[in-house]
């Protein structure tokens, strides 16, 4: 009996950010759910203490808060632009209680398995139990299996990912190589200059800072628009030059300027790390070649002896308990090619929130990803000539969803989406189902 009801469920898995957000969107639209959560409260990876999960002691928000927060729940008038992670915790327990969250996630619980059987979903738990569920909205992130592009097993020192990082401490006293160029290389290495004896950074791609404040601003409220698609095309092409102006690494680093013929970067928060630049603190190394004992050696044919080697280079995109081909999910490719990172082109009681890349602020678009899914899951049961073409153009290929801006290492980033053009094509989608972004 028990089986025969969460048969007439959704299951969402996680309570993060993503998670949050499809219940909240679950429950508005009366749609029959439960959610499961591995850890022990809600808030996802910013509910882990730095020891636990991929957070570090000197966290902060990438977005300011102005744009970071829900629009239905601003974050307190008393937080700073850029919050601490203990605060961002705080933020969404507080969001969770404000719309009565809590009663639909139950703790401790995660699922080993997945499988679909005819109309079903059979959810198989890592305590044993198996239930049965009418659909699944899988929200549980894509920071948890380390990247590592090459191995470093022929080193003798110490190996560290980003995600095994905590505290400035863990380089004390310690000559250091970084490998990476994006935010937690940087944040990594603003830390290894105030506590480590030497620190080298090796990179491929050179380094593309943003100023976290421009005018006495937070800069990325200069770049949020609510300007229609063509107009916001426009847009891009004509902030292109003072975006390139602002990101240009000053002369006094001896650094390569990024070279934008190979593809639009992703901007980086962090232009303080150009000060350690200027003043030698970090000694600029390239791409490594490989490892012996404690030596590092370079693909310029020069090498190094370091303590430690830490990867700040990223996340793959994994999701254990599900094989790939139900996530259209060729091997070759370093993530699932679900519509709009959201819709299965053929499976219509599967989805995704929270699998994507932003250039920009990005909890709202997780908002609206689970309106979307909520909407065509209220529309499909109400009114279903209402989805009979989206079911139709769900099997298309994926439109431009980064409004015609060539992204640096297009395939390796196949979920990052420009905000408006994103929110723009959210918009369009709920009218086909008869409701409006909220």
């Known amino acids: 009996m028990e089986n025969n009801n969460k048969k007439k469920k ?15 969107q679950l429950q508005a639209y009366g749609i029959a759910f439960e959610g499961v959560e591995a850890n022990n409260d809600i808030g996802g990876l910013w509910s882990l203490s730095p020891e636990q999960g991929p957070l570090y002691k000197n966290t902060h928000a990438i977005s300011p808060k102005q744009l970071q927060g829900f629009k239905c729940f601003p974050m307190p008038a008393d937080y700073p632009d850029f919050p601490h992670h203990s605060l961002l915790n705080n933020y969404l327990r507080a969001y969770a209680e404000k719309f009565d969250l809590y009663k639909h996630f139950e703790f401790g619980k995660k699922v080993a398995q997945l499988e679909k059987i005819d109309d079903y979903w059979r959810a198989l ?50 000559k250091v190589l970084i490998i990476g160029s994006g935010q937690s290389a940087v944040d990594a290495l603003m830390d290894a200059c105030t506590s480590a004896d030497k620190v080298y950074h090796s990179f491929r791609t050179p380094l593309f800072c943003f100023p976290r404040y421009f005018l006495g601003r937070p800069l990325q409220t200069f770049f949020s628009t609510k300007l229609k698609i063509p107009f916001r095309k426009y847009f ?15 002369k006094r680093c001896h650094l390569q300027q990024y070279d934008f013929k190979i593809g639009f970067p992703i901007p980086i928060g962090g232009e303080e790390l150009l000060n350690y630049y200027a003043q030698q603190d970090i000694t600029p190394k390239p791409e490594v070649s490989h490892f012996e004992g404690n030596k590092v050696f370079f693909k310029d044919n020069t090498h190094i002896e370091v303590d430690l080697v ?12 599900l094989p790939k081909k139900y996530l259209v999910w060729p ?10 990172h959201v819709f299965h082109p053929d499976i219509d009681n599967l989805f ?11 909890w709202d678009l997780y908002d609206y990803q689970a309106q ?45 989406v420009e905000k408006t053009i994103y929110r723009e094509i959210m918009v369009d989608i709920l009218k086909q189902f008869g409701y409006e972004l909220k």
């Open 10 to 24: 959704y299951l969402v898995i996680g309570a993060g950010v993503s998670g949050l957000c499809a219940a909240k």
């Open 125 to 174: 738990f890592a305590d044993g139990e198996e239930r049965f569920y009418a659909g699944v909205i899988i929200a549980s992130g894509h920071h948890d299996e380390p990247y590592m592009p090459y191995s470093a097993d022929g080193f003798k020192g110490e190996v560290l990912h980003s995600k095994q990082y905590y505290h400035p401490k863990q380089f004390n006293g310690k």
């Open 236 to 250: 891009v092409k004509m902030i292109t030059p003072f975006v390139k102006l602002l990101g240009r690494t000053p």
């Open 310 to 321: 830490f990867f700040a280079t990223g996340y793959k995109v994994t999701f254990p308990f």
């Open 331 to 340: 091997e070759e490719d370093v993530s699932p090619h679900m519509y709009l």
């Open 352 to 362: 995704t929130v929270g699998l994507l890349q932003v250039i920009g602020s990005h």
């Open 372 to 416: 979307s899914v909520s909407a065509y899951l209220k529309a499909k049961k109400e009114n279903p000539q209402r989805v009979e073409k989206f079911d139709q153009l769900k099997k298309s290929p994926q439109p431009d969803l980064m409004g015609g801006v060539n992204l640096r290492n297009r395939k390796e980033r196949m979920l990052t």
